[in-house]
């Protein structure tokens, strides 16, 4: 078990999920944009890497695996989306394909001896930093820049809790959400199909 402090500030960190994660749907709501839905999810199911650190499940095989292969889905969205603005990737592949590792990360949560996810997720996030400087030089927008900056702040983060540098972890995952939340501001300035995934899409 940890500080109470820390314990406080990953709780903190987990209602900020929540109200993305609520404004998210209802912007969906209005606009249907599949990429708010990818994420939703993948913001949702960071929400046990901050649970399992608050309780020390990374510390247990039986619940290790949850820890470590949460960060997938939300790489998985950071990803998808890059290949949509990129190669203009149809959203309907984006969404089975995401579909798809979301299913896989459920079923890695419950293979009964650990998987180091370390090297899949670090390849999946150079793969994602390379994508997004390419999207970058081709076609730079604040919001999307922001959005994408948050990945690495993310990776940082995931690996702060997993090794024991809470504070570490602590302040990436808080600069994180910070990147997001001025994502979705400066997206909101934004109109059009080819809006930020975090403001209102005008089809």
């Known amino acids: 078990m940890i500080s109470y402090i820390y314990a406080s500030l990953l709780s903190a960190l987990i209602a900020i999920d929540l109200l993305i994660s609520i404004k998210l749907v209802s912007i969906y709501r209005i606009d249907h944009d599949i990429r708010k839905t990818m994420f939703t999810i993948g913001i949702l199911m960071c929400i046990p890497i901050y649970a399992g650190t608050i309780f020390g499940a990374n510390n247990f095989e039986s619940a290790s695996n949850i820890f470590y292969w949460s960060p997938l889905p939300i790489l998985m969205a950071f990803i998808f989306t890059l290949l949509n603005y990129r190669f203009n990737l149809n959203l309907k592949i984006v969404s089975a394909a995401f579909s798809g590792a979301v299913a896989l990360t459920l079923v890695l949560y419950f293979v009964p001896f650990q998987i180091n996810s370390i090297p899949y997720l670090t390849t ?4 994602a ?3 997004a ?3 970058s030089l081709t076609k730079f927008d604040v919001a999307s820049g922001l959005l994408f900056i948050s990945m690495p702040c993310f990776a940082v983060c995931f690996i702060g809790l997993g090794y024991n540098s809470i504070e ?4 990436a995952a808080f600069t994180a959400k910070g990147s997001l939340i001025l994502a979705y501001e400066e997206g909101k300035k934004q109109e059009g199909f080819g809006s930020s995934v975090l403001g209102l899409k005008n089809s």
């Open 129 to 131: 930093m390379i994508l």
């Open 168 to 171: 570490l972890g602590i302040f």
């Open 124 to 127: 999946g996030l150079i793969f």
């Open 133 to 135: 400087g390419i999207q």
